[in-house]
């Protein structure tokens, strides 16, 4: 099967790895060229341009937003480099909107494009323990499977609109960012009465909450480390933070807790740790607690 | 050892099945007699008043809140009638401010007192896999231990200060209302798009969220049958979350998703919601997305 | 006509001055004796004891909060000590449960009870303009009209149950902490893009905000300076926002803004603001925009 | 004086429509073409095209929001067809960013741009009341003078950036929303009391509330009357509110109380009542206190 990978950043990298080492045939491309030497190194083949990685059976794209989407589309003639059978497979995190808006544009063209966004981080990445959410045509899906199997320890099929999984994505993040935020007001809370924030992160980690979303973040709060660039970056927990209230607000739908969430994510960033992985969102409750 | 047991309400009462189960000599007592009846019938004794279940190795309260807890120790002269080796253990969830109070109660009188409140539900405590949080004195934790151990999956010190487990278990709790609370609005959000509850939670219980916090109330949720008399009452929850709030504010600690998430605990309460299992949640932001 | 007078704090005294000028028959009592000293060099007599100042046509009392107003009721057997025909006129800020019980323990006593709390800040008063909120039998508050005429710009009826006229002073100092929030944030936003604070409060008090409760806190916003022996503690606004919620709570109304704002007090009262002017809450917008 | 008139929505029309009465020389355009009949009628000029508009002393535009002003300057080269000495007086609530991009394109085509955004309702337009922000060169500030004193109460001087008129306004309508949501909440808490609303709102706007932005909504909210034509439609305040959220949100600045009343202008949006007035914000709290 022959793959194309756009986008090489902090996860699409050991996604892309996953794939080579699977001994599929890939191709790779990524705005910095540099990015591409490693994958190139494992058996990837480098493309000069995007429309390189295109004629393909499965066609990834992994870039950093809706913008830069948008522009690899435009410029580069994307959809239109797509082969018959090519399946486009967006596994970023994008909009509501903009999943909507490449779903059109793929049908008009008379091309095939998938939604299958990724929970998990980049260490999960790299142990292929990817959980994949995947919406659209349930025959593209499946043509994409052997890529998508070999990404992640499980496929959730979520319907056959895209948007659909990115829907479930963007609630899932939001979810997350209230979940560490949630956790740094807590532990600076007992912090006030004397508990070392590691003694509760550990009874809470290893009880009632005892999952991802609490264990990938409470290591960083308890050391008070947060430099982590196989984390996730804070600042873009906020862009997603943002995404979900759009898709939430495109609907009426109030979400006050979320919003509270996104005004502490906004004191982070002010703070200067928007590079910072998004446990640093400790801090914020640590300052507010005058705890050093 | 001898055990006396006080407060048979939906947690203590399978937490006193599982002494006598295992064979530890109890005796139990309730405001309502009634609830005494499958105790004894299990093997335990009555007593006629609390302070008749204080001639023990291990007095247990686990009364209903600080005033229940309060007016035991006041009218029956609870803590007179301990003998001097006998350690008053309260597993209830009561405020810091009371936890602080016993303390010193216990501490004038010459007798011993621990906090160790529990994390988990009714089936939790009936599967005896509940976590204690427990702090005091070790020696006085070592020898109520027996009895945790039975009760429990794994018993966690916490410092040598009582009120300390006490504040760990209502950040924990304050976390698992915010953890409720932002699994229904997201279940919300989602279905605005057209995507199944059960769908959505189903996902995120099996991986970014697969912890008790979210797997004991998804179910209900999914299901939207919240008439569980196993469940944890949403009304206890607001009232543990107020406790939370108020050993923050005590503090000068701000907890803005504490305080969003207080809120629509009262929007439940206000759709008499208060006697449903807490995952009732999840119809307050029904309500918002228009969604029936 | 004689008047009892008891609680000589920051609004009560010159209340109380207020009444002495119109030559009303005026006893006083105060916990702390000093501070009776300048109204009886006005003209008032001092009572030793709160009782003392019960035998009169209306007794004021203008105590800090709910306990210092049932200590002394209960100490001092005040109602007992009242005349069949004084009117009782408590004009301090107390809870609606508060409000409640003295009504219920007068009437038991057959005796006259009044709720009649003020709006506005001690110039307010000292200038004889405030604004009072009044609610008991209409007889009774027509029998302290005299009184209240001669303190308030305006007495407003609010009904025959004496807590409503609390209801809406805890409404309207909700409004107020609100209030001084939003403008101390609009002008930390606009500061963020170099508009000078002062600039931006003087369009707004002289337009769309101009009154009392943005005019009185906005100069000294502007001038950062909130040291105002005259003004209205920020830990006193503190607490009228927990009445004010505890109100609403125990109608399970959610207030979710004001929620927000009570928050927002925790931070100023954390950076030890609390005995500063409520116009402090401008500094924690300030910090939240690394203004200085 | 010759002056453009482009844009003639429910402010925009009276405020033209002062100018003809002043006899100004007034030329006018609005999409829908009809809505210039009443304006000819009084003596205005009906231009055929944007453009039309633009060869005067000042250009006023009205337009809805920043895609309609775009559009009508992009599709129509508005800029272009300026005179030299033409002022273009933006009156619109635009965004901080459209505001800056407006200001460096007229700096890039050698011409003469303003800001000039209005306080007030349609009622307060028709009565020439406004109270104008302006923020641009003072000559250019000065030229425009006369139209502005025609339209307004009084013109506020911002500074020499056009922008820093904009975040004023967008600030101030932050706080309007804030207030009438406040007012909304705290009518309905003390409804929960049984106080009639209108009995509560009176009280307040006459005392420590007595401003435009209460005085403006209580009636309404009395009344339970929100189908005002004259009105400030509450979807064109979230959109107001999303403005100036967005404007913190550039700089970092956490709004927690702003976040919370967007998602009541949600909660209003979801019930449909989008284009009734801002007080139907009122509503939403009624709704959450269940009084109807």
């Known amino acids: 099967m022959k793959i194309g990978f756009i986008g090489l950043g902090a996860i699409g990298t050991p996604m892309a790895q996953n794939l080579v080492a699977a001994d599929f045939d890939v191709t790779v491309w990524n705005r910095s060229a540099d ?43 994307l959809i239109e480099a797509m082969g018959d059978d090519t399946v486009h497979v967006n596994m970023a995190t994008v909009s509501v909107a903009c999943a909507r808006d490449m779903a059109d544009r793929h049908e008009k063209a008379g091309k095939t494009y998938i939604s299958a966004p990724v929970l998990g981080r980049p260490d999960i990445a790299k142990a292929a323990k990817l959980n994949i959410v ?23 099929p979520a319907g056959s609109e895209p948007y659909r999984a990115n829907v479930i994505k963007l609630a899932t993040n939001y979810m997350l960012m209230t979940a560490v935020e949630t956790m740094g007001e807590a532990a600076a809370m007992t912090a ?13 980690t290893h009880s009632v909450f005892a999952a991802p979303a609490y264990q990938g973040y409470a290591p960083a709060m308890a050391k008070r480390d947060y430099d982590n660039p196989e984390g996730f970056k804070l600042k873009l927990g906020a862009k997603d933070m943002d995404l979900a209230l759009a898709a939430a607000r495109a609907e009426n739908m109030a979400m006050p807790v979320g919003a509270a969430v996104r005004e502490r994510l906004s004191e982070a960033l002010a703070a200067g740790e928007g590079e910072l992985d998004l446990s640093a969102l400790a801090e914020v409750s640590r300052r507010h607690g005058h705890l050093d």
Do not use: N
Request: glycine share 8%; net charge negative.
């Open 134 to 156: 995947t919406a659209g045509a349930d025959a593209a899906i499946e043509r994409a499977r052997p890529a998508l199997d070999t990404m992640g320890a499980k496929v959730w």
């Open 192 to 204: 006030k009465y004397g508990i070392e924030p590691g003694d509760f992160l550990d009874i809470i």
């Open 35 to 77: 990015k591409c030497a490693p994958l190139v190194e494992a058996g990837a083949t480098q493309a000069d341009t995007p429309a390189g990685c295109a004629a393909c059976d499965v066609m990834i794209t992994m870039l950093a937003d809706d913008d830069a989407l948008a522009s690899v589309v435009a410029e580069h003639g």
